[in-house]
C-alpha cells in the first residue's frame, strides 16, 4: 500500500475486546502513512474506547444493533462519507459491513473474503489461518502489503489506553474505595457460560484476597450485577461495581489495580491494555487465538482433551475445562505475581 493515502476510515468490530485489539491496527496505520486522519465507523457504546486511543481522529456512530441489518442507517452515513476518504479498511468480515465504504463510493476498499464480498471490495483477501492465528494478527494484516500479509511478518504494537487519573480520583471517592491494594475481577462473558469461571470460585477466591489484605473490585455490566452480588456476599472490602459505571470508568479503575482475575472476555483486553498484571481464565474458547496483548499476564487454561469447543454452552454438559480450575491455584499464582515472579501458564 502506498502512502498516498491520507485519509483513512476503519469499518470497526461489534465487540468490546475486537474494538481494543482493533488499536493494534491503528497504530500500525498511523506508523505506514505520517500525518493521515483516520476515522472509525464504530457502534455508540465504543466511543468511550475508541476516545482513548490518541490514533482515532473522529468516530463515526453506526445507529445499527449487533446482528440488525440497517440499510437506511449504512446508506445515511455513506452519504454523508462521499468524497472524504482515500482508503476503506473493513474488519468485520460480513456482508452487510462493507456496504457504508462501498456506498461511499471509497476509491480503496480492504477486507477479507467473506459472504461474497467480491463486489463490495476493492482488494479481497483470502484469510490464511495458519498465518493469522490471532485475531489482532488478522486485523493489523489489513493495514499492511498482501505479502507482508501472507508472510506475517509485521510487527505488532499492543493496545494502549489513555488514562484519565482526574476521573479515577473522582471515582474512588464517589465509590468509597479504600487505600488498600485492589485486584480487580471480571466475571462476566458476554459470549456465554462456557467461558465464565464459577462465581462460587470467584467468590472463595475473593474471600482469601480480603483476607490478605486487598481490597476486591468486581467490574462488569448490568446483567453481571447478580454475578457479583454472589462473589461480594459477606465480605468487606469488596466491591461490586457492576452495572454502576460506564465503560470508561472501567478504564481507569482497572488501571488502578494491582492485578485482575478476568474470563476471555471483552474487559480482558481493556485491562490488558491499561497495563495491568492479568490472569486470564480460559474454557471453552483458546488463549492461543485471542490471548491477552501484554507480557504481564498469566494464563489459567487446563487444555483438556474436549477444548478448545468455542461453544456457549458446554457440549459435554460438565464444563470441566472451568470447574477443574481450581481457586487454590488462581490464588497461588496471584500471590507469585505479587512477589516478582513473572507469568506463566497455570494448568491447575
Known amino acids: 500500500m502506498a502512502d498516498t493515502a491520507k485519509r483513512l476510515l476503519v469499518v470497526g468490530p461489534s465487540w468490546v475486546g475486537d474494538m481494543v485489539m482493533a488499536q493494534s491496527l491503528f497504530i500500525e496505520l498511523k506508523a505506514r502513512h505520517p500525518g493521515a486522519t483516520l476515522s472509525v465507523v464504530a457502534p455508540g457504546w465504543s466511543q468511550p474506547?475508541?476516545?482513548r486511543m490518541p490514533q482515532?481522529?473522529?468516530?463515526?456512530?453506526l445507529g445499527v444493533g449487533h446482528g440488525e441489518f440497517?440499510?437506511?442507517s449504512r446508506r445515511e452515513l455513506a452519504a454523508r462519507l462521499k468524497g472524504r476518504f482515500d482508503m476503506a479498511i473493513v474488519l468485520p468480515r460480513s456482508w452487510k459491513a462493507a456496504l457504508v465504504p462501498f456506498l461511499a463510493r471509497i476509491p480503496t476498499r480492504v477486507g477479507f473474503l467473506g459472504e461474497y464480498r467480491y463486489g463490495l471490495l476493492t482488494e479481497a483477501r483470502k484469510l490464511d489461518k495458519r498465518v493469522l492465528d490471532q485475531t489482532v494478527k488478522r486485523f493489523v494484516s489489513l493495514g499492511v502489503s498482501r505479502d507482508e500479509a501472507r508472510?506475517?511478518?509485521f510487527p505488532i504494537t499492543p493496545p494502549r489506553l489513555s488514562v484519565d487519573h482526574d476521573n479515577l480520583v473522582n471515582l474512588r471517592l464517589k465509590l468509597a474505595l479504600s487505600s488498600r491494594p485492589a485486584i480487580g475481577m471480571m466475571p462476566g462473558a458476554e459470549y456465554g457460560p462456557a467461558k465464565q469461571w464459577p462465581p462460587e470460585y470467584f467468590h472463595g477466591l475473593a474471600k482469601r484476597l480480603v483476607e490478605e489484605g486487598f481490597e476486591v473490585r468486581i467490574f462488569g455490566g448490568p446483567k453481571d450485577h447478580a454475578v457479583g452480588?454472589?462473589?461480594?456476599?459477606?465480605?468487606?472490602?469488596v466491591h461490586n461495581l457492576c452495572g454502576q459505571t460506564a465503560l470508561?470508568?472501567?478504564?481507569d479503575l482497572l488501571a488502578d489495580c494491582r492485578q485482575v482475575?478476568?474470563?476471555?472476555?471483552?474487559l480482558m483486553h481493556v485491562a490488558a491494555a491499561v497495563g495491568v498484571s492479568i490472569h486470564a481464565i480460559y474454557g471453552s474458547s483458546s488463549p492461543r487465538y485471542t490471548p491477552p496483548?501484554?507480557?504481564?499476564?498469566?494464563?489459567?487454561?487446563?487444555?483438556?482433551?474436549c477444548s478448545p469447543c468455542f461453544k456457549r454452552v458446554c457440549p459435554l454438559g460438565h464444563t470441566n475445562c472451568l470447574n477443574q480450575l481450581t481457586e487454590a491455584s488462581v490464588f497461588e499464582a496471584v500471590g507469585a505475581v505479587q512477589s516478582g515472579t513473572p507469568g506463566v501458564i497455570v494448568s491447575g
Do not use: F, W
Request: glycine residues 12%; without cysteine; negative net charge.
Open 70 to 72: 440497517g440499510l437506511k
Open 56 to 61: 482515532v481522529d473522529e468516530v463515526l456512530p
Open 229 to 237: 452480588e454472589v462473589i461480594s456476599a459477606g465480605l468487606g472490602h
Open 248 to 251: 470508561a470508568d472501567a478504564v
Open 293 to 305: 496483548l501484554t507480557d504481564s499476564a498469566t494464563v489459567h487454561y487446563l487444555g483438556l482433551s
Open 261 to 266: 482475575v478476568t474470563n476471555d472476555s471483552g
Open 49 to 51: 474506547i475508541l476516545a
Open 151 to 153: 508472510r506475517g511478518d
